[in-house]
């Protein structure tokens, strides 16, 4: 995979697991009966909500790249860069990243709405399974961003835990 990819695979993921936690653990806890097709709904929403704030992310964030470049190029105006090849190219990288996104972000939700299908009895199970995929996504953080490992592994799963937290207490499945 290119490295120009992982961001929005991670961001996918990271995305699909929070909102999950977010929008299910007061259910999840409260023993509140999770079927697959509020969890194909979770997971949809999630990868609808995700798909358009990334790609209004990348698409800026790759348009104000290309304005300060040309800028440092002393070009008086980017609007020819922006209709040409390389203005094409963003859009394009915008889209494919974004479509990335929502698949990952998509797979991310139904780790934790999926394990709840699977183990209805135990509810630590989906909450583990989170944890575990959020600490394995710090650590393929770190290692793609060369920082440390133990830290970012901390920062996920901590997010984890403090969104289940408030997800239990605004129970917005109940």
Known sequence: MKNKYLFPVSIGLSDGIITALILASGGII????????LAFKISFGSAFAGTFSYFIAQYAGLNEELHRTALQLNLKSTNYLLKGHLGSEIFIESIIGALIAALF??????????????????????????????????????????????????????????????????????
């Open 30 to 37: 409260g023993n509140t009966h999770i079927d697959l097709y």
């Open 105 to 174: 972000s998509f797979l991310g939700a139904l780790i934790p709405l999926s394990s709840s299908l699977i183990v209805r009895n135990n509810i630590l199970i989906p909450f583990i399974l989170s944890y575990i995929s959020l600490a394995i996504l710090g650590l393929f953080i770190s290692k793609t961003t060369a920082g440390r490992a133990p830290f970012w592994i901390t920062v996920m799963v901590t997010v984890g835990i403090i969104v289940t937290v408030a997800g239990y207490y605004l129970k917005l499945i109940v």
